[in-house]
């Protein structure tokens, strides 16, 4: 039997989910809030998702710092993951089929080349989790999903929490499933720090020699030297517009996975983003496949409008023979940082 994770199942809230900003932003009904002297944080249920991350220090108000939907009936048909936790296993599991020990597992395949995208068409994105916990400055969610669901083996129950610390942001996620299955949980946020309509503004810094090519099935090959390609990032670079129908795919990050460690640098008008994790990999996606919508809360939606910056286990990691498994007597861990200062 399952033994669940262990964490309070009140919920406590101690500051309206509707809070007027600086500047008239308004979090809609249902919306959980977080606040802290520097940021402010919308988080949806659906999804367990970030709506939207607001720097409180722009003296022209609160400067919304990612991509999003103003309606929060919109991310019903949301396939872009905007904000999102993705799971059970983020990014592509090659044919939409596991093996192990003998057995197989179709999985539910919902892209055009037959693979299983961000857990399958009914992932952890499009699942509404129950909200545990609420505070000031902090959420704690939860969600059962179940043996078979989209194919994968084991009932599995997953935990994530946002945490506010000053101009922090601690996004920590767990996962306990009772029969061995891969597991690679993912926040999707779409960064954009400037507020201007694409990334032409941004520098990057990501400590990563080598990154994985993604070859014409969109699977992950062979590691090989960033230099010389557009994901270069050793020292801060511009986000080329040439490169932005390339940016998808996942760097090899520097030092030893399992302990947070700084590892990217994101800088855009005026504020930058510091990226620590503990995992292996920093997926890199430049929304070349983002397309307008209707009504969207921060920057408008398009192709090269914002940056995703994923912290992750490898991409096709199964099939791969990575250590992405988990079971009894294995618990999932996942923790990503984010630290906001304004530069010169």
Same mark, same amino acid.
């Given at each position: ?15 309206? &989910? ?60 949301? #396939? ?7 799971? #059970? ?45 609420? &505070? ?31 101009? #922090? ?176």
């Amino acid at each position: 039997m399952l033994q669940p994770l262990r964490f309070a199942r009140r919920v406590v809230t101690t500051q309206t &989910t509707r809070e007027l900003g600086l500047n008239g932003w308004q979090a809609p009904a249902g919306v959980m809030v977080l606040r802290s002297d520097s940021l402010l944080a919308w988080v949806l249920p659906l999804g367990a998702r970030l709506m939207q991350l607001f720097w409180l220090h722009d003296p022209r108000g609160q400067r919304p710092l990612t991509l999003g939907f103003a309606d929060p009936q919109a991310y019903a048909q949301d #396939r872009a993951y905007l904000g999102a936790v993705c799971g #059970r296993y983020a990014n592509r599991i090659g044919g939409a089929v596991l093996e192990r020990d003998g057995q197989r597992y179709p999985l539910d395949a919902n892209t055009p080349h037959g693979h299983c995208l961000h857990g399958g068409s009914r992932g952890w994105d499009q699942r509404p989790w129950q909200v545990i916990h609420h &505070t000031a400055d902090s959420v704690e969610l939860l969600l059962d999903s179940t043996h078979g669901e989209m194919g994968f083996p084991g009932n599995c129950q997953a935990r994530v929490v946002y945490r506010l610390e000053g101009a #922090r942001l601690v996004w920590h996620a767990q996962a306990r499933v009772d029969r061995d299955c891969p597991v690679n949980m993912v926040q999707h946020s779409y960064w954009n720090l400037d507020g201007q309509p694409d990334l032409r503004g941004h520098r990057l810094q990501v400590d990563a020699q080598h990154y994985h090519p993604v070859d014409a099935r969109e699977l992950p090959q062979a590691a090989t030297a960033v230099a010389g390609s557009c994901f270069d990032f050793r020292g801060p670079a511009p986000i080329a517009e040439a490169c932005v129908p390339h940016l998808d795919a996942a760097l090899v990050l520097d030092g030893a996975a399992g302990s947070l460690r700084s590892v990217a640098r994101l800088q855009g008008g005026g504020l930058a983003m510091d990226v620590s994790t503990d995992r292996p990999y920093l997926h890199v996606y430049a929304s070349a496949n983002l397309r307008a919508t209707e009504q969207p809360l921060g920057v408008a939606h398009g192709p090269g409008a914002a940056l995703c910056l994923e912290t992750e286990d490898m991409p096709n990691g199964p099939a791969l023979g990575d250590n992405v498994w988990y079971g009894p007597q294995r618990d999932y861990q996942h923790t990503l940082a984010l630290d906001f200062s304004q530069t010169a």
